[in-house]
Structure formats: C-alpha cells, structure tokens
C-alpha cells in the first residue's frame, strides 16, 4: 500500500472483527465498530451488520488495547547542550505511530533558546495534521517566569487549544538543583495555580509537569511542602522520570503513596547510560510492592530528547545520548514479561492513566464515544497494526501513512 500524507475520506464504518479486548481492562472478544474518528460501539463479536458500507478488519487470535499516551516528548526534538549540532531534529509523525503512540503531549525542555513556544504549538498543529492526537505544555525548564506564547501561563492554557499544561519546570531558575536566587519553589507553585485556573475555564487539567534534580538530597521535598502549605491539590503535579536515581525513586513512592501521579522514565535505564537508574519494569514492580496503588503510575518516553551521555572519565567524547520513542512500548512489555504484572494494570499505565492525569477524557480507553486509538497486539506484544483517529499508521507491522515530510526525509537520507 502506497504511503499517505493527505487526509482521504474515512470509511464509513470500520469493523474490527474478533477483538480480544483489554481497554485496558479485560472484557473479552468484541466487534469494535468505528465511526469516522470515534468508536461507536462494542458488539458482541459475529454481530450482523448488513446493509452498511464497511471495512472489515480479522483481529482474530490478537489483542486490541487503546494507543499509547506518551505524557512527555520533546516533539520540537531535545538536545542542544553540545554544541549546535546536538539539537535533535523535530519529530515525525510516523516515528511516533510506529512506536504505537497514537497521543503526544510536546514540551520544550532545557533549550528555550533557539526553540520557541510559537514553533511548539505549530508543531503540535503539524502532528494533527497528520493524524495523531498532539497537545503541548507552555514554558520551559530553567526560566522563572517561562516563556509562553500569550504572555501568561493562564492565558496559553485557557485560550489555546493545544496547549493543556506547563512544564517541564524545574524549581531553581538557575540550573540542576534547589538553590534560587530567585522565587524557587514560590514560582513552582504560582505557576501550578496559574494552570489550575486556567484548566477549570477551560475544562483542562491546567497540570504542571516537574523536572526534578534527582542526584542531590532534596530531590521531591520541596513540592512536599509546597503541596502541603498551599493546599494545591497533589494531583496537579506530574513528577517526571521518578527512576532516574534511588533517591528520587523513595521519594517518588511517598509521594505515589500520598495520591500524587508518579512517572517512570523509559529511556532512563543503565542499558541507556543511566547508571544510577532504576530499569523502568523493575521500577513499576518497586512501586507496588512499596504500595503505590497502579492507578497512580505513569509511564513516558522523554522522547526525542538528547542530553549529553552521562560519561565519566577524561578522554571520553562527549555525545548526545538520543531518547527513541520506542522504549515507551519496550517498558510496558517489559512490565508483562519479565515482572509478570496483569496486562490491564501495565496497559493502564501507558494509557488510562496518563489520560486521567492529562485530562484528555476522550482517550486512554477503548469504549462508545472515545477516540478510535487503536493498537492490534499480537500474543508476544509486539505491534501489529496502529490505527489514529480511525485511521491506519501500520497495517502488519509496515508504517502506511505517514507526516508530510517523513517519506522524503527516508529517500533524502538513504
Ligand atoms: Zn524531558
């Protein structure tokens, strides 16, 4: 089948046949119908459906689950500490599907600098473009007051539809710790009442995204006692990348255990140059069995970011240590395979969940009214199809619908 980049008019209805269904929970063989860019219904599978105009897909003998949500991704490409050079490109929207992540939410990161909101929240428009689900977080990690493109941190999230958050952010305005000369944790929380605000005008989660120092002692404290001093309800922090360090992962665990959202980084892995790192399965079964229930666990990519490796020693080069987007699918089964947790609760992780802690209503499920974000799954879990918005990304295993520009930039390359 010949790639595309246009949007061709959808079939009426798409049948997905014999559909194990874990959506994410478990509820066993469906036909699921679709409607345009919705699911409109899960029938009992074998329904009759005469007389109608329609696409019969066989997912006999697979499982179907709803598409990735990756809560992080620096989709304007991360990078940048290594000279010029080290900026990552931007993203495409076919490395995104074929990782099987059907919803991004952007942000920007360390570099505000050479990069702007204005060019996140055209990429975000871009990524829609082309099919996927894309939203974006206002500001950056080392600026206070962030960067944003109304001017305010409220007004980016209450009149501009992509944007659904702020963050990354980071409490020193001056680097990778806690010491601020300026407004430090008082800015933090400023900025968290800002997108709570803004997120109940405009019926958003207005959440903010933490970049936490995780090699010094303080790592999560700070946002302890701004949680607790101001009343700001936990639920609107989303600390990231929670298994970077052990330091961080105990914090992390008081504050899963507290009701706060935790996130597991998936590059962050000493197989990743991350050698203080938690492996991100290992991670996921340390949090349970320290009791942090599985509805608070998250799981993102950090994807498409390139910080510098983390090398020690005189004589070694430095290089950018690329983040692919395929680790987020890579953790989750993972977390089945190797830690033998249910499907459904590891699914939830990469799905449910992170829409919850998103505020995204209409995705992270499979059921009546949602999103048709759809991935086919065969017994190993590896991906066989990918459908966005009712529409095929892969079809056995093969990108078949593309970004404007990834086809080109493959021949351009190769
Ligand atoms: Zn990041």
């Known amino acids: 089948m010949a790639t595309t980049f246009f949007s061709p008019p959808l079939t009426p209805l798409v049948v997905l046949r014999n559909a194990d269904i874990l959506a994410p929970s478990r509820i066993g063989l469906r036909d699921i119908v679709i409607s345009g860019e919705s699911i409109i219904a899960l029938l009992p599978a074998g329904s009759k459906l005469s ?19 990756d809560n992080h991704v620096h989709t304007l490409g991360g990078g940048g500490g290594l000279g010029f050079s080290s900026r990552a490109p931007e993203i495409q929207a076919s490395q995104l599907a074929r990782a099987g992540i059907t919803t991004v939410i952007g942000m920007l990161g360390f570099d505000a600098t050479s990069k702007s909101m204005a060019a996140l929240v055209s990429k975000t428009k871009g990524l829609r473009e082309d099919g996927l689900s894309a939203y974006c977080l206002t500001g950056t990690t080392l600026e206070h007051p962030v960067p944003t493109l109304t001017g305010q941190i409220r007004t980016d999230i209450a009149f501009v539809d992509e944007i659904i958050g702020v963050g990354e952010l980071s409490i020193s305005e001056l680097g990778y710790g806690y010491d601020s000369f300026g407004k430090g944790a ?3 929380a400023e900025a968290a009442v800002a997108g709570l605000l803004a997120g109940r005008l405009s019926r958003k989660a207005g959440y903010c995204c933490l970049q936490v120092p995780p090699y010094l002692s303080q790592v999560l404290k700070p946002m302890f006692e701004v949680v607790d001093r101001t009343g700001i ?17 105990e914090d992390a665990i008081a ?7 935790v996130d597991i980084g998936a590059n962050y892995s000493p197989e990743n140059n991350y050698s203080r790192a938690t492996l991100p399965h290992r991670a996921y079964t340390r949090l349970r069995e320290a009791g942090v229930p599985a509805d608070r666990i998250l799981i993102s990519s950090d994807g498409n970011g390139a ?3 983390e090398e020690r ?9 690329y983040m692919p987007m395929r680790a987020l699918h890579a953790a989750w089964r ?22 919850r802690a998103t505020g995204l209503a209409h995705k992270g499920e499979l059921a009546p009214g949602k999103d048709a974000d759809l991935l086919v799954l065969n ?6 199809h990918v459908i966005a918005r009712g529409r095929p990304f892969v079809a056995n295993g093969q990108p078949v619908r593309r970004g404007m520009f990834d086809g080109t930039l493959i021949s351009e390359l190769s």
């Not at 977390?335 to 992170?354: F, G, K, P, Q, W």
Request: aromatic share 6%; with cysteine.
């Open 255 to 261: 504050w899963g255990l507290k009701g706060g959202w």
């Open 186 to 188: 008082q800015y933090v």
């Open 313 to 321: 020693g005189e004589n070694k080069p430095k290089v950018a240590n």
């Open 233 to 249: 309800p936990i639920t609107q922090f989303i600390p990231s990348h929670v298994n970077q360090t052990d330091g961080y992962m």
């Open 51 to 69: 007389g109608l105009e329609m696409e019969e897909i066989d997912a006999a003998g697979q499982l179907v689950c709803p598409g990735f949500v």
């Open 379 to 384: 017994q190993d879990l590896e991906l066989v």
């Open 307 to 309: 910080p510098p490796k």
């Open 334 to 355: 993972r977390i089945v395979c190797e830690e033998e947790v249910d499907v459904s609760a590891a699914l939830a992780a990469v799905t449910s969940n992170v829409a």
